[in-house]
């Protein structure tokens, strides 16, 4: 990939590095939107959190170039490259009250008192934490202390955000609030953002952009939804989300596919590979019907798990007749709405996918 002069966003290209024999990123040829909040998510080891060093500058390049909105930043230091990073430990200084703390780039940076005092104290209006500016560290909760670390970064007007698995360490509650505020911001100050997390709920939830990675590669990137709804391979469809899979089926000349004497139909326009196939089908995409109210559609089955989740339920089936080869046993996992036809552990059902979102693979996972 050539970086133009006028790319618009972050770009990298032909982007690796290695340590000693291990090679960690593999060629990678990337754009992340300007005002956009990109996310980099995959297991650990992947790569993600050595990409996000390369693109601050605290790691070095082994070949490629890294252009921030075209300006080439690939041998620049971190200082030069007018990007801010917020970490999953804070890093505040602990005898600095909060005022300091996000007043600290801009003292470096010479700005003056006045001004500086000003800017501290809208960030920190911004962030929720107005009257805190004399308060230490030790005395904020956790998500306290991560809005004073966001106030710190955004303080010197970076053109890039790079966010360090900021949430990880904060508790659940906290954790979605936090991010939600973090997402609004983001979007009302239109900073380019990179995002590093493993967790993939988080990713869908925040993001304009995701890039699923593996073993140093990006596997597949786009939005949340289109990653959720049209994963391009299994591990794709296994790391976003929860899938079920329906092994060994066989495509037939109406558009349909059966297994022994199980058939469905599927609408879709991919291009059916050879041999038996895998049918990937999400928890929300199938319908519970009680059997014999919808005789011989869908897939018989016999309820043995109901979780309570609040407006839903977590259902688990057991699909008629499956063998070792049907994922884990036949077992398929339904999410559904309390207001649906009550059932009970023990019933008898038949589940019924919807057509258009049963994705198809071939076998070899």
Not at 65 to 75: E, H, L, P, Q, T
Not at 118 to 146: I, N, T
């Amino acid at each position: 990939m050539k970086l133009e002069s006028g790319s618009d966003g972050i770009t990298l290209a032909e982007v690796s590095k290695s340590f000693g024999s291990t090679r960690v990123l593999e060629d990678l040829d990337l754009v992340f939107p300007k005002g956009d909040f990109c996310t980099l998510l995959g297991p650990s080891g992947c790569g993600k959190t050595t990409l996000l060093r390369l693109i601050a500058g605290l790691e070095n390049l082994d070949t490629g170039r890294i252009a921030f909105f075209g300006r080439d930043v690939s041998r620049l230091p971190v200082a030069q490259r007018n990007c801010s990073i917020l970490f999953q430990s804070y890093a505040l200084f602990p005898n600095l009250t909060v005022a300091a703390n996000v007043g600290y780039g801009l003292r470096a940076r010479g700005v003056p008192r006045a001004e500086a005092h000003k800017k501290v104290g809208d960030l920190l209006a911004l962030v929720g934490l107005g009257g805190y500016e004399q308060r230490l560290p030790a005395q904020l909760s956790g998500g306290q202390q991560q809005r004073v670390a966001l106030a710190r970064a955004l303080a010197v007007e970076p053109e890039v955000l790079l966010l360090d698995e900021p949430f990880s360490a904060l508790d659940a509650q906290v954790r979605l609030h936090l991010r939600t505020e973090v997402r609004r911001l983001q979007k009302r100050l239109g900073v380019t953002t990179v995002m590093v997390t493993h967790d993939q709920d988080e990713a869908l939830s925040v993001s304009d952009r995701i890039f699923l990675l593996l073993d140093g590669r990006v596997r597949q990137s786009g939005s949340p939804q289109e990653i959720y709804e049209h994963p391009v391979d299994a591990f794709a469809a296994d790391f976003i989300g929860t899938a079920n899979w329906l092994r060994g089926w066989h495509p037939c000349a109406d558009g349909r596919f059966t297994k022994g004497d199980h058939s469905l139909r599927v609408a879709t326009p991919e291009a059916v590979p050879e041999g038996p196939v895998a049918l990937m089908v999400r928890p929300e995409s199938f319908r519970i019907v009680k059997a014999g109210e919808e005789s011989g559609e869908g897939l018989p089955a016999q309820i043995e798990l109901i979780e309570y989740r609040g407006a839903t339920e977590r259902v688990v089936a057991r699909i008629d007749g499956a063998d070792a080869d049907d994922g884990d046993g036949g077992e398929v996992q339904i999410d559904r709405a309390q207001s649906d036809e009550v059932i009970a552990v023990g019933d008898r059902v038949r589940l019924i996918p919807d057509p258009a979102s049963i994705r198809i693979f071939s076998e070899q996972r």
